[in-house]
C-alpha cells in the first residue's frame, strides 16, 4: 500500500513532459479505394431473395468492392445468413399502414439521401421495383384528424 500511495504522490509532483515533435506519427489509412455497390430488392419475392445474394456475391465483387443490399421485406433471415451488409426501407403496405403518423415522401427521399452519403455507391443494381419508383409510389403526406370526442 505504501508504494502504490508513494507512486500517486510522485506523480503528482511530476512536471509534464513536453514532446518532442520527433515523436509525432501521423497514421493515415491505406490508398486503397472501396468500391460500393448497391443492390435492391424492393418487392422481389422473398423465395429469390437468397438467389440474388448467391448471384451477385459470386459475380459482382471484385477485390474492393462492397455489396449493400437495400431491402423492403421485413425477413432478414437470407441476408443474415449469408453474412452481407443490408439497409431496410418499410414496404408499401406499411407505409399506407401509417400514412397519417409520418411524411413518408420526405422521410424516403432524405433516408435515400443519407444512405447515397454513407456508402457512395458507385452502381447501384435494381432486382424488382426500382428506387424512383418505390419512392414516388410513398403515400403523401395526410392531415390527421383529431380524435373523435362526443359533442355535448
Known amino acids: 500500500m505504501r508504494k502504490l500511495t508513494e507512486l500517486f504522490l510522485r506523480k503528482g509532483k511530476q512536471k509534464p ?13 491505406k490508398e486503397e479505394k472501396i468500391s460500393t455497390i448497391i443492390i435492391t430488392t424492393f418487392d422481389v419475392n422473398p423465395d429469390l431473395i437468397e ?8 459475380r459482382l465483387p471484385g477485390k474492393n468492392d462492397r455489396l449493400i443490399y437495400l431491402t423492403n421485406n421485413p425477413d432478414f433471415t437470407m441476408f443474415r445468413r449469408h453474412g452481407v451488409i443490408f439497409e431496410y426501407l418499410p414496404p408499401l403496405i406499411e407505409q399506407r399502414l401509417h400514412a397519417t ?12 439521401g443519407l444512405l447515397l452519403a454513407k456508402w457512395r455507391p458507385r452502381r447501384v443494381l435494381a432486382y424488382g421495383t426500382k428506387i424512383d ?6 403515400p403523401a403526406t395526410t392531415v390527421r384528424k383529431g380524435p373523435d370526442t362526443p359533442k355535448s
Not at 403518423?101 to 435515400?112: E, S, T, V
Not at 419508383?133 to 410513398?138: I, K, Y
Open 17 to 29: 513532459e513536453v514532446e518532442n515533435p520527433g515523436n509525432i506519427y501521423i497514421y493515415k489509412s
Open 51 to 58: 438467389e440474388i445474394i448467391v448471384t451477385t456475391k459470386r
Open 101 to 112: 403518423d409520418m411524411p413518408w415522401q420526405a422521410y424516403l427521399q432524405g433516408r435515400w
Open 133 to 138: 419508383t418505390f419512392l414516388e409510389a410513398a
